[in-house]
């Protein structure tokens, strides 16, 4: 079974500041794909990453995936309380399933 | 909308009880997935779908059974609960991306179904 470690599992920040949340695994992902689920509803996606090294930005959001296929990254710039919320990793190892990371919480303060 | 929903949204049961959940899809699409969420966990797959009558298992599948008889319609079964399976289920149905931001499968959720087991 391939894991997918999320980090920090938590976070609590001030409103403005800047932040990045990691995702990491052991195994080569053919895709990654990171969602936000907010309390009481299931996870959104909001982008998927294909090609080791891509690069893609989504308003303040900025989404990595690294050289090995094996990590990518979230950074946020200038966080917003609307920010707040469970950011979900996803890794497509080859085969029709997709296995999620445990997340990190979020929290924006004002 | 994303055209899928769950029934019921919030269940209490009794250790021993069947308990049957539904994921109902209004686009047709032929991939459909099953999903707990427990705290340290994240999402992990149960059963999925791709097609009726087809079906196979995830990574948590003792102690759940599936059905799916029409495309819309995706059943998740425990057929005697115990306290361990109280959690959260969620559905989800692959979609097409439509934007290279999303790529080319789109995994959408439904709200969500809440059980305890007593």
């Known amino acids: 079974t391939q894991l997918l470690e999320q980090s920090p599992q938590f976070l609590s920040i001030q409103e403005g500041e800047n932040l990045t949340v990691y995702c990491n695994s052991s195994s080569v992902f053919s895709s990654l794909q990171w969602y936000r689920q907010e309390p009481g509803e299931g996870p959104v996606l909001l982008v998927t990453v294909v090609t080791g090294g891509e690069v893609k930005k989504l308003k303040r959001l900025t989404f990595q995936f690294g050289d090995a296929r094996k990590d990518s990254s979230l950074h946020i710039t200038a966080a917003q309380p609307g920010d707040t919320g469970l950011y979900l990793c996803?890794?497509?190892?080859?085969?029709?399933?997709?296995?999620f990371g445990t997340g990190t919480r979020l929290t924006i303060i004002p | 909308d994303a055209g899928i929903t769950q029934s019921p949204r919030h269940k209490v049961t009794e250790t021993g009880t069947p308990v049957t959940l539904r994921c109902h899809q209004t686009?047709?699409?032929?991939?459909m997935y099953w999903y707990r969420q427990d705290p340290g966990h994240g999402l992990r797959l149960i059963h999925y779908?791709?097609?009726?009558?087809?079906?196979d298992k995830g990574e948590v599948s003792d102690g759940y059974s599936v059905s799916r008889s029409k495309t819309e319609d995706f059943l998740l079964t425990l057929e005697s609960a115990t306290s361990s399976q109280t959690s959260v289920y969620f559905c989800?149905?692959?979609?097409?991306?439509?934007?290279?931001?999303?790529?080319?499968?789109?995994?959408?959720f439904g709200a969500g179904s809440r059980l305890t087991v007593l």
């Open positions: 996803a890794a497509n190892f080859g085969n029709e399933k997709l296995t």
């Open positions: 779908s791709y097609g009726v009558k087809d079906t």
């Open positions: 686009e047709n699409h032929r991939y």
């Open positions: 989800a149905i692959r979609r097409p991306g439509t934007d290279t931001l999303h790529g080319a499968n789109v995994l959408t």
